[in-house]
């Protein structure tokens, strides 16, 4: 099951939280009559894994910042977990939702989500209709909105928005800013459909890269990243979030 870390960072103190999400069964799971050995309880955030056969074992036990069951929806998750820290995002401060688990767990799914049903929409997209609404509700107050999107692979980073997606980048870190990727496009988006546009020319990248040098996708890692730049009352605030 893939588990999500969502850092905040607030005036000097961090949090981050580690949440698990569980998938159900997939047709090959079915097909081989796999059992179920994962149970949740969802109040107590708590993961119970059993041993198959091992009547007398007691199962593993886990606990977490929040626990997802099959039968619960992203647009839950998103609400409990990942809204307070878009929000903080939209109010000047940095974040990073990292989705981990091998492959066929579940991360694009989370991620990026399906159109139907709605509940499912991914975590990215609903991240851009949250940004996009909170800077029409501001007042006096001014945005520019960037995003960059690179993948790593094999210790290589490539820009999957750039001229030329096999360029290798890389990585530096300045004394003020930290660490960066020197040459990587930014692109400025004035909506939730221009958002939409862009990760999916990068998507594409992704999917070209993967037929040409036949990269193994649990290998692969890929990175979208929205810059906000808040101008009010003659200040700047930079903040990021990372999905």
């Known amino acids: 099951s893939p588990s999500s870390k969502y850092q905040r960072t607030n005036m000097g103190s961090e949090s981050v939280k580690v949440v698990v999400r569980c998938r159900p069964l997939n047709d090959r799971e079915k097909a081989l009559s796999s ?78 989500g399906v159109t139907e049903p709605a509940a499912q929409k991914g975590v990215i997209p609903r991240a851009f209709e949250h940004i996009f ?45 930290g660490v960066y990727v020197r040459d990587l496009s930014m692109h400025t988006v004035h909506s939730v459909g221009q958002c939409e546009r862009i990760i999916e020319q990068g998507w594409r990248n992704r999917a070209v890269g993967y037929t040409l040098m036949n990269k193994d996708s649990s290998r692969s890692h890929s990175i979208f990243t929205i810059h906000l730049e808040i101008c009010s009352t003659g200040e700047h605030t930079y903040s990021y979030i990372t999905p």
Do not use: W
């Open 35 to 112: 059992k179920m050995v994962l149970s949740m309880d969802l109040q107590r955030c708590q993961c119970f894994i059993e041993k198959p056969g091992a009547v007398d074992e007691p199962p593993k036990q886990f606990t977490f910042d929040g626990t997802y069951y099959i039968d619960q929806t992203t647009e839950q998750m998103y609400n409990e977990i990942a809204y307070p820290l878009v929000e903080g995002v939209t109010e000047g401060y940095n974040g990073t939702i990292f989705a981990y688990g091998q492959t066929g767990s579940g991360k694009s799914f989370t991620m990026q």
């Open 133 to 177: 609404e909170s800077i029409q509700c501001a007042e006096n107050t001014k945005f520019l909105v960037r995003a960059s999107y690179l993948e790593i692979y094999n210790e290589e980073i490539r820009d999957l928005l750039g001229s030329d997606t096999k360029q290798r980048l890389e990585l530096k870190e300045h004394p003020e800013s």
